[in-house]
Nanobody
């Protein structure tokens, strides 16, 4: 089991960039597929990106493809989400999560969640 703590959110203008981090505790981090989701109040949690345990397999939601990059450093027990060319519609709480399922895109496939970090993109 791992515990996850997300950070790096903030306020940015449209077109700007942010890098989110998700730090994991526990020695088994490298065994997990990791994912990023986002949620706006009143809406369902939305898949953003996922990365395999080795980092060799990534998958993105169409809405962020080409703008966001997920990566991980297993020596630092951290997964990252580099977000470029941000749009106001990217405004949300971003959450990281861990799963044993490769290329998981659905909320119910993830068993461990971090607390989330707020990203606000102004127009």
């Amino acid at each position: 089991q791992v515990q996850l703590v997300a950070s790096g959110g903030g306020l940015v203008q449209a077109g700007g960039s942010l890098r989110l981090s998700c730090a994991a505790s526990g020695r088994t981090f490298s065994r997990y597929t990791m994912g990023w989701f986002r949620q706006v109040p009143g809406k369902e949690r939305e898949f953003v990106a996922t990365i395999s345990w080795s980092g060799g397999n990534t998958y993105y939601a169409d809405s962020v493809k080409g703008r966001f990059t997920i990566s991980r450093d297993n020596t630092e027990n951290t997964v990252y989400l580099q977000m470029n060319t941000l749009k106001p519609e990217d405004t949300a709480v971003y959450l990281c999560a861990a799963t044993n399922t490769l290329r998981a895109t659905r909320v119910w496939e993830y068993g461990t969640w971090g607390q989330g970090t707020q990203v606000t993109v102004s127009s």
